[in-house]
C-alpha cells in the first residue's frame, strides 16, 4: 500500500497518514479531537511505500497499513506507538 504522510507543524513528531491518492479533509477534524497538534499540517511523504520501512523505525508498517484499511487513516507519534483512533 502506498500511503501519504503528514507531519504536524506544532509537533514535528507527530504524523497522520492515509492512502495515496485519499482526500485528508475528512479526517482533520476527527483527529483534531484527539490532539490538536493535528490541525495544521505538511506534507512530509507523497506516495511512500509502506514496505520501505526505513520510515517507520519506532514501530511496525503492519500497524499503520492496518489502521488505515480500518478508519482511513493512522496517526502517530515518533516518540510513541500508533496513537489511539478512538474519539471520546
Do not use: C
Not at 526505513?54 to 478508519?71: A, D, G, K, Y
Request: charged share 20%; proline share 2%; hydrophobic share 40%.
Amino acid at each position: 500500500m502506498n500511503i501519504d504522510i503528514y507531519r504536524s507543524t506544532t509537533n514535528s513528531e507527530k504524523f497522520i497518514a492515509i492512502q495515496s491518492g485519499d482526500d485528508l479533509t475528512p479526517y482533520l477534524s476527527v483527529v483534531a479531537q484527539v490532539d490538536s497538534d493535528f490541525l495544521s499540517l505538511n506534507a512530509h511523504e507523497i506516495n511512500h511505500d509502506t514496505l520501505d520501512k526505513m520510515l517507520f523505525r519506532t514501530f511496525h508498517p503492519e500497524e499503520i497499513v492496518q489502521s488505515i484499511q480500518e478508519n482511513g487513516y493512522a496517526f502517530y507519534s515518533l516518540r510513541f506507538k500508533l496513537l489511539s483512533n478512538q474519539v471520546s
